[in-house]
């Protein structure tokens, strides 16, 4: 409100509307002079909805100490193998089952086959984050574009199609991800060896990938509902169907009016996505089902550490902390966005 | 009314059917078959594999098995010989079953008072503290907590059993465990909803015409604000049946968990179908039952 506290225009003559007898002096109807004419340029840049969400954005503290915590986690899992003198798969003699110590450097420990622990973690962090974010991406982009074609043609389109998502919804998807992770991987292997198109895909590895793939099929339907429900309303909204009565058509309205009226609540959802990938991936890697030897992830350090978890706690609690504070990170950066993109949405 | 559980029917067996389809179609896609295992001699497999008519085109097996399926038999298992699914279920999903019941009842039990409690104090240091113990509760996962409770609880300090499930010190750890992150959204949850209930005007009339301040939240405020929770339950029996998975498993629970992961890798196909399909309709059931009570509870809400 500040703004308009000095704002030139307020301080004009006040003319009654309700006076009948009004009637315009010589001077209401001279050109504006120079000084008039000054007052009513803008003060400040008018704020956009993005620079408005950022502000909120940077002053809530808890959030931003997420983001930071985030981009700080990144580093570690891209940046910090770099600058370690080991490798994540090559063992040292002699320096096998190590505690924490500084001389040799092992600040986590060594496992029983001299691997650097503190370069695993990094190497299963960049894995657990990378299946997080590029599952919440294939998410993102089979979940909207269903999504909006669902709710964008509507009629029986819609029915049949959130039908088919209902279905998806009450499927138990723990179970049919641990099925589809067993029935993918050799085939997917094999495909990978098959073929020298699938090279750069090689190095990812057949247990990354049939993990986004199972992620994709399963997950989307989520994004997809919350992405037709916007949709739909925006669809009846006033302003769009004034938007198609000054003669807007269908490719108009989806882009200025429906994409960036949704995106808030994408960039939300996408959010929310990522530590919840996490969680199953972890989860999938725990019961020895997800990335294999010698990779490693979240989960299956500590599952590995459970094995001598009386000799070594660390081995088990490192990783473990690490796995809830990439989850807390993401889930409270996911609370700042909704607070920042969608005030409505603030309980 | 009617119409719409017959409609949810209609949409359950439609589930049950899509889930029992893809299984057996993702179980037969596994390279190797059950009875390849180093001992068996090329004839032992062919004659196995005729008995369990895996010789057979797959859609062959596809149509029996759902022919089967139909009349409720599961099939026998592959690795336990004449052993059927149905026995094996009957023996191990009590086991599971126990001690999810157990872990449902603790974060309902725990996680709704917190939360009306935290509503009722908003703001004060109370409500910060159990909010920011939750948040920290629901970033753990369940697998990670039991890990972390058997180490401090059940070999450093000693204080409780580590394996199995033989009496009731044996089930607070598994229990506790299970229900922690479910504990956490439900507080979470029943606090933004008594908070939502408490701003309605119904509140404030009641306390304007002098009720005492229990019976504005046992007679108005609580009804109303548990809704949301109802609707969770469906989400959190089936939270509770996977995360049942590995709290066995660490815990050493014979129930179905640890079976069905072990029957995967063994391809005991049957099993691996029971288990899918039983757990599956399980939870549509529990997702109906849900559903109904919705709108016995806010009969606001009408059935489409």
Redesign the interface.
């Known amino acids: 409100m500040s703004q308009f506290k000095n704002d030139p225009g307020l301080k004009k003559p006040h003319i009654d509307p309700l006076n009948m007898n009004f009637a315009p002096t010589p001077e209401m109807l001279l050109p504006a002079t120079q000084e008039e004419r000054e007052q009513l340029i803008r003060m400040r840049e008018s704020t956009t909805y993005w620079k408005d969400a950022m502000r909120r954005f940077r002053r809530n503290k808890v959030a931003m100490a997420c983001a930071i915590l985030i981009v700080v986690i990144l580093l570690f899992a891209w940046v910090g193998p770099f600058l370690m003198p080991y490798s994540y798969d090559v063992g040292i003699r002699g320096q096998e089952r190590m505690g924490p110590s500084l001389d040799p450097f092992h600040p986590f420990g060594t496992d029983n086959l001299g691997r650097d622990l503190m370069v695993r973690v990094m190497i299963a962090t960049r894995i657990s984050l990378s299946i997080g974010i590029v599952a919440s991406l294939f998410i993102l982009i089979i979940g909207t574009l269903y999504g909006a074609i669902s709710g964008f043609i509507g009629g029986w389109v819609d029915n049949v199609m959130m039908?088919i998502a209902?279905?998806f919804y009450?499927?138990?998807?723990?179970?049919?991800i641990?099925?589809?992770n067993?029935?993918?991987k050799?085939?997917l292997t094999r495909l990978l060896d098959s073929n020298a198109f699938f090279q750069p895909l090689r190095s990812v590895g057949p247990g990354l990938i049939c993990m986004f793939l199972t992620f994709a099929l399963l997950y989307w339907f989520r994004m997809a509902r919350i992405v037709r429900g916007d949709i739909l309303t925006l669809k009846n909204s006033e302003y769009v169907t004034a938007s198609r009565a000054l003669g807007g058509g269908s490719r108009w309205i989806i882009g200025k009016h429906l994409i960036p009226n949704c995106v808030g609540s994408i960039v939300i959802t996408t959010t929310f996505e990522i530590?919840s990938a996490i969680?199953t991936e972890?989860?999938l890697s725990?019961?020895?089902l997800g990335v294999s030897a010698p990779m490693a992830s979240l989960?299956s350090m500590?599952n590995d550490?459970?094995n001598g978890?009386?000799s070594y706690?660390y081995r088990?609690?490192i990783p473990?902390t690490m796995?809830?504070?990439i989850?807390?990170a993401f889930?409270?950066l996911g609370d700042g966005l909704r607070d920042a993109l969608d005030p409505r949405m603030r309980? | 009314m009617a119409k719409f559980i017959v409609r949810r029917l209609l949409s359950a067996i439609l589930t049950l059917f899509v889930v029992a389809t893809l299984t057996f179609f993702l179980m037969n896609m596994i390279p190797g078959g059950p009875f390849n295992t180093e001992r068996a001699t090329q004839k032992q497999i062919a004659a196995l594999e005729k008995k369990y008519d895996l010789d057979k085109p797959l859609f062959e097996q596809y149509l029996t098995y759902m022919g089967k399926l139909v009349r409720f038999d599961l099939g026998d298992s592959f690795k336990r010989l004449g052993y059927p699914v149905n026995k094996i279920i009957g023996e191990k999903f009590p086991v599971s079953a126990q001690l999810g019941v157990v872990a449902i009842l603790l974060s309902v039990i725990i996680g709704i008072p917190a939360g009306t409690y935290a509503a009722f104090k908003r703001n004060k240091p109370i409500d910060r503290v159990l909010m920011f113990v939750t948040t920290l509760g629901m970033a753990v996962p369940n697998f990670v907590m039991a890990t972390l409770m058997l180490v401090l609880f059940g070999v450093t300090l000693g204080w409780l059993p580590t394996l199995g499930l033989s009496s009731w010190k044996h089930f607070i750890m598994p229990a506790v465990a299970l229900s922690l992150n479910p504990m956490c959204y439900i507080a979470r949850l029943m606090r933004s909803s008594m908070l939502d209930v408490l701003g309605q005007d119904y509140i404030k009339t009641a306390r304007a015409k002098g009720l005492p301040e229990r019976k504005v939240l046992f007679k108005h405020a609580l009804k109303n604000s548990i809704v949301p929770i109802i609707s969770y339950l469906g989400p959190l029996t089936a939270g509770i049946l996977t995360g049942g998975f590995v709290v066995e498993k660490i815990f050493t629970i014979p129930g179905m968990g640890k079976f069905f992961v072990e029957s995967i890798s063994n391809q005991d196909y049957p099993l691996v179908m029971g288990v899918t399909v039983f757990y599956a309709a399980l939870l549509i059931l529990m997702n109906l039952i849900v559903d109904l009570v919705y709108g016995v509870v806010d009969p606001r809400i009408k059935y489409e």
Do not use: C, K, M, W
């Open positions: 039908r209902e279905v009450s499927i138990p998807s723990t179970l049919i641990i099925l589809l067993i029935a993918l050799p085939h530590p969680f972890s989860f725990f019961i020895g989960g500590v550490a459970l978890f009386q706690p088990l609690v473990a796995i809830a504070l989850i807390l889930n409270q309980d």
